[in-house]
């Protein structure tokens, strides 16, 4: 009684003190579904042809990878006394950057990241990438899954899921066509653009045109970090497209979600378990927006600015983003020489660097911090709920935690939400197990949701 007491108040507070309505829902924007994106305008004709694709670390570009880091100029030292708490730890960062000049394989990592058929096809002026992992089996169904990753990632973030979701297991009648583990706009080995305006809202058109291509009008959605928020604006401009939504970032932005998001942040223990107190504590968040979130700053207002900074120092790109890494996978190690890295295999980590470098993608991944507040049509859809069924797997060290009742401003199906003591932002790569077997277990979920309403109609 007290707890709503409470929310109700400081619901009415914010309502009236920023005089807006935190209930109303806007209308639907008007959105052109095949905006083309490429150089110039839309030509007559568009090659629309899917092609086989292999990754290749080539001599050229390793050789002048290996020169840059072995001609650096050295690092300043840490603070005595200090490990990570100031940012990355240079002493520690010193052997990853040994590591990746004399003893990472190039040939035999880009061989395990080609053990996938990859693919690109021109949507919408971009050429983009993507794996389709179709599984051999009988006797089971097939069902489409598109997995999307987020900054500063690329489709090698599944790259150890992958097998397990086209496996069949035990107690479940299915398996996935994964479908589309695509390199976003501007990342990877996908094709950027030069023309402002390419949203989460915008991306979310070109992967669901993607999917339409590939022939699949139907879909369940697997996603986190930036990718989580494109599959969210996806699940609500295409409500009869997307069959079901994982996500291993759930959060819903809708004024009234943020409004009551404020309120139990200033009285947490009354709205959440003891265990998630500090995770949502007015003091809590604002020291983490403080100490970590410096980058999402720069990077939504001045991308091109660091991108410029970075684009000629493949140690400084590798500092950045494995800094931002470690950090997400656990940011109760910044006491430690590693500040989390060493959750995530090394190798994985370089992986990311390299597939960044190799491909110049620093600044145009780094766009979509700025396009994603530079546009209403992502405020608006943000404000729109969705009647998709949805699932959360909620991992300790993920950036943002929100109660259900939260998200179910958002996502009124919410129909399962798993919440674990372990675990952090990059599941895909430092805890595959378990986002595959939440996501097979949620998809259970969605096909039971699915066919009650079916029975309902």
Do not use: C
């Amino acid at each position: 009684m007290l707890a709503s007491i409470i929310l109700n108040t400081g619901l009415f507070i914010i309502g009236v003190g920023f005089n807006v309505d935190l209930y109303s829902v806007p209308n639907f924007p008007e959105l052109d579904l095949d905006r083309w994106w490429g150089d110039g305008i839309k030509p007559d004709y568009i090659d629309e042809t899917i092609k086989p694709f292999t990754i290749d670390f080539n001599d050229t570009m390793i050789d002048d990878l290996r020169s840059r880091l072995r001609n650096r100029r050295p690092f300043t030292a840490p603070m005595e006394g200090i490990q990570s708490e100031y940012g990355l730890n240079t002493d520690y960062f010193n052997n990853i950057l040994h590591y990746w000049s004399d003893s990472y394989n190039f040939k035999e990592r880009a061989d395990r990241l080609n053990r996938f058929p990859h693919y690109k096809t021109r949507i919408q002026g971009l050429d983009i990438h993507f794996i389709r992992a179709t599984p051999e089996v009988k006797g089971l169904k097939i069902l489409p899954i598109l997995l999307i990753h987020g900054w500063p990632s690329s489709s090698k973030e599944f790259d150890r899921a992958i097998p397990m979701l086209i496996e069949p297991r035990t107690g479940y009648d299915f398996v996935f066509d994964v479908v589309a583990v695509n390199d976003l706009p501007g990342f990877g080995f996908s094709e950027g653009t030069n023309k402002p305006g390419l949203t989460p809202v915008q991306i979310g058109i070109v992967l669901r045109n993607l999917m339409k291509r590939l022939g699949f009008s139907q879909f369940y959605i697997q996603a986190g970090d930036w990718g989580s928020q494109v599959a969210t604006h996806m699940v609500t401009m295409f409500q009869n497209e997307i069959l079901g939504f994982h996500t291993n970032m759930p959060m819903s932005r809708m004024p009234i979600s943020v409004a009551k998001y404020l309120v139990v942040s200033l009285f947490p223990s009354y709205f959440v378990e003891e265990k998630n107190v500090e995770r949502v504590s007015f003091k809590q968040v604002i020291t983490q927006l403080i100490r970590e979130f410096g980058y999402y700053h720069l990077q939504a207002t001045k991308p091109d600015t660091i991108g410029a900074a970075l684009t000629d120092t493949p140690s400084g790109i590798a500092a950045y983003i494995l800094e931002r890494v470690g950090a997400g996978s656990n940011a109760d190690q910044l006491n430690t020489p590693h500040g989390g890295m060493e959750n995530i295999n090394i190798d994985d980590l370089l992986d990311t660097a390299t597939i960044m470098w190799a491909n110049e993608r620093i600044t145009t991944s780094m766009r979509i911090y700025a396009e994603a507040y530079a546009w209403p049509e992502v405020t608006t859809l943000h404000s729109i709920p969705t009647k998709v069924p949805t699932a959360a797997i909620k991992f300790k060290y993920e950036i943002v935690y929100q109660p259900d009742w939260i998200l179910r401003d958002k996502f009124p199906n919410l129909v399962r939400s798993t919440e674990l003591d372990f675990g952090g932002h990059f599941a895909g790569m430092q805890t595959p197990a378990a986002l595959v077997d939440d996501v097979f277990a949620s998809v259970t979920e969605f096909i039971k949701f699915q066919s009650k309403n079916v029975a309902n109609e």
